[in-house]
């Protein structure tokens, strides 16, 4: 029966973490459109940390709750989730263009971003492989210094950046798109305590550590909103917002999830984490030269990585 119920637990944060995650960027946009925020900043910055909510709320909970195992986990797992299948699944539906200054500027810094994350485990405290609060901060304030410059650059690239779904958002009256945020919010938090607690007690049951379930189920539940935001752009064409959504949300798990996390409390971790941030590392890197090639990640690059996806998920579960 405990069985049973932390399963509800588990599959009822998902569907709260998926949906308080959705109705938030909905109503985020819809908010950005009455207040005349460019379209351009929007998609960087709103809909990336609304589709990168589900990891904060059970990385921050799990940190609260002294879990740190699945907060450093769920970020590498929903990293190389959104790195892995999210560009693959919509590689698969259509080729995927990755826009200039994207590949000049975004997708650079997040593996630059990711190297910085191992380089900060690797700086052992009291002998074992962790990030401290001093890290947290670091993170931290490169987060900060990552969020003007996208700004400063947005707004002064906001003449040449086409509005999307205007017609949608100005439907929607301004207490509907306060009410939708503060529902999303609500929800998001809720799920990610439900699951948390789920996804405890059933690594507990079934003899497998807190870092395995953070790195797969935990962290595919949390990148859901990541993978139907992506695939839903690459269907219509909008291949920039699948890219930008997967890169941007990467960047927030990073600089953002774990600087709070570790501030919050240092997450004290081992080796095996670190081989996993080398993994993500090569994941990203492998991606960037598919991207680099012909300016866009082809049908076979995207089946080579969901690919390497599976077999990384297969290790994860024999190791």
Partial sequence: MNTLLMILFLVGGFILLVKG??????????LSDKLKIPAYLVGLTVVAFGTSLPEAAVSVTASIAGSNEIAIGNVIGSNMFNTLVVLGASALLAPVAVKKNILKRDFPFCIGITLLMLALMLTMSNGEVALTRVDGIVLLVVFAAFMTVSIVSGKRNASLQPEADSEEKKDMPMWKCILFILAGIIGVIIGGELTVKGAQELALQAGLSEKV??????????????LVTSIVAARKKQNDIAVGNVIGSNIFNVLFILGISSSISAIVTDMS????????????ALTYVF???GKKINRGAGIIMIVMYAAYTAYLLIR
């Fill in 213 to 226: 379930v953070g790195l797969t189920v935990v962290a595919i539940g949390t990148s859901l909103p990541e």
């Fill in 291 to 293: 991207a680099l090639t």
């Fill in 273 to 284: 984490a670190v081989f996993d941030a080398l993994i993500l590392t090569a994941a990203l």
């Fill in 21 to 30: 995650a959705d109705v938030f960027v909905d109503g985020a946009c819809a």
